[in-house]
Every structure is written in C-alpha cells, then in structure tokens.
T-cell receptor
Framework: AQSVTQLDSHVSVSEGTPVLLRCNYS??????LFWYVQHPNKGLQLLLK??????LVKGINGFEAEFKKSETSFHLTKPSAHMSDAAEYFC????????FGAGTRLTVKP | GAGVSQSPSNKVTEKGKDVELRCDPI?????LYWYRQRLGQGLEFLIY????????KSGLPSDRFSAERTGESVSTLTIQRTQQEDSAVYLC???????????????FGPGTRLTVT
C-alpha cells in the first residue's frame, strides 16, 4: 500500500525567500503524486500533480515540484514566498485511492 | 459547473445520537472519498467508492461509522452513537478515474463541521 511522509510539520520563511516543503512517498507501483493547499477556513485546492509525464511539474501561484524516483521524493518549492502563501500544504500519493500526508504548516514572516 | 457539495455545513449533536452527512459529487465523477480532519491535523482517509466496485472501508475507525453510495451519485456517511472524539470536519471529494485505475485529482467539498457535545 502507498504512504506519504511530510518531513516537516511546520516551516517558517521570510517574505521573498525560497520555500521548500519536503515529501517522501512509498508506493508499490508508479504513483500519481499531488500537492494540495488549504488556507485557513477554506477548502482544499489542488496546487499541482505528477502523473508520469515531465518530472518537473509546475503548478499555480508559482509553485513547482520535482519527482525524483531514486529518492522517492516529491518536494514542493517556490523561489520567493509571499504572505498569501501562508497555509497548510498536503502531499498526496495515489495508487488506487489517495493517501494524504500529515501536512506542513507554512508561515511567512514579513 | 457545480462543484462537490456537502450538507449540512455545520452539525451540533449530543453524545450518543446518530448523525448522517451527505455528499453530492461532481456529475460524472466515478470515484468518491470521505476524509476526517480533526482540528489542526491532517486528513484521515475513511472510505473510498469507485463505480460499482466494493468500497474500500479500510479507514473507518470503528463499526459506528458506515457509508453508502447510490451508483455514481450521492453518498451518505453515518456515525452512530456519536462520541466527543468524533468532533471534526468531514470532507468529501470526488474525481474521475482514468485508464488503469489511475485517479485524477480530487475535488473537495466545503466539509461538514461536526461538534459532539
């Protein structure tokens, strides 16, 4: 069965600095991988997805993620954080169904 | 088009009562998921429906929890004899299911906030 581990429960960055949210997965097959974002008191929104096409995936709001099979990782990055990026981020791995990581809370300091 | 809808948006119930939560998926989505999100925590998978296949109930925390889905439409999650630890936001999501049973991204409903007093 598939599983996903988000390596940091909380990440804090200053506005304008890079963001790195780490995700490692375990899967028996070639998985699909997703990142979702959840802003306070709002629903979950898809940021980006990997489905065995290009290993570098670009998403909304300047985020991107790179699928590295050798490292079983799918880390989420953004070159320059914005205050509006403060939210909870979930990495998701999917074989038949979808399993969410525990989440990483991103704080952006002015 | 219309997204995933859930009702009620908020539910307050007394300990020991039964509750029923409803999810209307996006039309045409064959896969439907239920999750639980406790305050400040991640999503906990509960159950998954795909077409007419037997549902994956591996995430249901106890036999007080059950869910049904009629065809590829509405789903209901029922919690019997509610306990205070059942207090959480219950999220429903739906998705297409592509070839080789590869799921596309999930679209989430707004959730039902359940409070058990």
């Amino acid at each position: 069965a598939q599983s996903v581990t988000q390596l940091d429960s909380h990440v804090s960055v200053s506005e304008g600095t890079p963001v790195l949210l780490r995700c490692n997965y375990s899967s028996s097959y070639s998985p699909s991988l997703f990142w979702y974002v959840q802003h306070p008191n709002k629903g979950l929104q898809l940021l980006l997805k990997y489905t065995s096409a290009a290993t570098l995936v670009k998403g909304i709001n300047g985020f991107e993620a790179e699928f590295k099979k050798s490292e079983t990782s799918f880390h989420l990055t953004k070159p320059s954080a914005h205050m509006s990026d403060a939210a909870e981020y979930f990495c998701v791995v999917s074989e038949r169904d979808m399993r969410f990581g525990a989440g990483t809370r991103l704080t952006v300091k002015p | 088009g219309a997204g995933v809808s859930q009702s009620p948006s908020n539910k307050v119930t007394e300990k020991g009562k039964d509750v029923e939560l409803r999810c209307d998926p996006i039309s045409g989505h064959t896969a439907l998921y239920w999750y639980r999100q406790r305050l400040g925590q991640g999503l906990e998978f509960l159950i998954y429906f795909q077409g007419n296949s037997a549902p994956d109930k591996s995430g249901l925390p106890s036999d007080r929890f059950s869910a049904e889905r009629t065809g590829e439409s509405v789903s209901t999650l029922t919690i019997q004899r509610t306990q205070q630890e059942d207090s959480a936001v219950y999220l429903c999501a739906s998705s297409f299911m592509g070839g080789q049973r590869i799921p596309y991204e999930q679209y989430f409903g707004p959730g039902t906030r359940l409070t058990v007093t």
